[in-house]
């Protein structure tokens, strides 16, 4: 699962992040409520985790501003504040579970596979270009009918391309649509993982799929 993680508590947020990770998902980390509401927004996540107190805006109106404007992912609120008017105001919002701090790490990853368990709210999850498809809830990829083996980073970017086919994305839209806001990059680090990628999905096959624009970033296309 690719997991956008709002915690202010930077600390735990660094433990959570290792050990979801350790987990093979994806996290983007961000610990200001302003930032995690726009990363939502903008980017495709397949589950957040949010916490209630945070600077700039709280937990709870950030699940309102969501839902309002139809962002369906799956929230699960992580927070001390476990009085019954805030568990049932955080449900009333647009929460779709509640963990109480302090929580253990086995309960935090039970919850987060009931929740990829529910059915999406709005047709298939399944991404296909060509003849490349990517299931996120089953972590499989397949080219002409062959699996293909990839890294959880690998697998981000990918998704990220099929969610934007034929386009040209820079970057800078790579790096913040599969690595999130917060991540201090590195020069080369997308064209490292393209690399990786292409030797995956492209060689072998006969027909490139990820091709470079020159001087911009790169497209998922059929034809140059």
């Given at each position: 699962m690719r997991l956008l993680l709002v915690e202010d508590?930077?600390?735990?947020?660094?433990?959570?992040?290792?050990?979801?990770?350790?987990?093979t998902h994806v996290v983007d980390e961000v610990h200001d409520g302003l930032e995690g509401l726009d990363l939502a927004r903008h980017?495709?996540?397949?589950?957040?985790?949010?916490?209630i107190m945070l600077p700039s805006m709280d937990g709870f109106e950030i699940c309102r501003r969501l839902r309002a404007e139809g962002v369906q992912t799956p929230i699960l609120?992580?927070?001390?504040r476990d009085?019954?008017?805030?568990?049932?105001?955080?449900?009333?919002?647009?929460?779709?579970?509640?963990?109480?701090?302090?929580?253990?790490?086995?309960?935090?990853?039970?919850?987060?596979?009931?929740?990829?368990?529910r059915p999406p709210t709005t047709g298939?999850?399944?991404?296909?270009?060509?003849?490349?498809?990517?299931?996120?809830?089953r972590h499989l990829v397949m080219r002409a009918n062959r699996e293909i083996d990839l890294s959880p980073r690998e697998f981000a970017?990918?998704?990220?391309?099929?969610r934007h086919p034929e386009q040209v994305l820079t970057r800078t839209q790579i790096l913040?649509?599969?690595?999130?806001?917060?991540?201090?990059?590195?020069?080369?680090?997308?064209?490292?993982?393209?690399?990786y990628l292409?030797?995956?999905?492209?060689?072998?096959?006969?027909?490139?799929?990820?091709?470079?624009?020159?001087?911009?970033?790169?497209?998922?296309?059929?034809?140059r």
């Amino acid at each position: 699962m690719r997991l956008l993680l709002v915690e202010d508590d930077v600390r735990l947020a660094r433990v959570m992040k290792r050990v979801l990770e350790e987990e093979t998902h994806v996290v983007d980390e961000v610990h200001d409520g302003l930032e995690g509401l726009d990363l939502a927004r903008h980017s495709e996540f397949d589950a957040i985790l949010l916490d209630i107190m945070l600077p700039s805006m709280d937990g709870f109106e950030i699940c309102r501003r969501l839902r309002a404007e139809g962002v369906q992912t799956p929230i699960l609120v992580l927070t001390a504040r476990d009085a019954v008017r805030d568990r049932v105001k955080g449900l009333d919002t647009g929460a779709d579970d509640y963990l109480a701090k302090p929580f253990a790490f086995p309960e935090l990853l039970a919850r987060l596979r009931a929740l990829a368990r529910r059915p999406p709210t709005t047709g298939t999850t399944v991404l296909q270009f060509a003849d490349v498809t990517l299931d996120p809830a089953r972590h499989l990829v397949m080219r002409a009918n062959r699996e293909i083996d990839l890294s959880p980073r690998e697998f981000a970017l990918l998704d990220y391309m099929l969610r934007h086919p034929e386009q040209v994305l820079t970057r800078t839209q790579i790096l913040d649509g599969v690595w999130g806001y917060a991540f201090e990059s590195t020069a080369n680090i997308v064209d490292t993982y393209v690399h990786y990628l292409r030797s995956k999905i492209d060689k072998g096959f006969g027909r490139t799929l990820i091709h470079t624009v020159r001087g911009i970033g790169y497209k998922l296309s059929e034809s140059r």
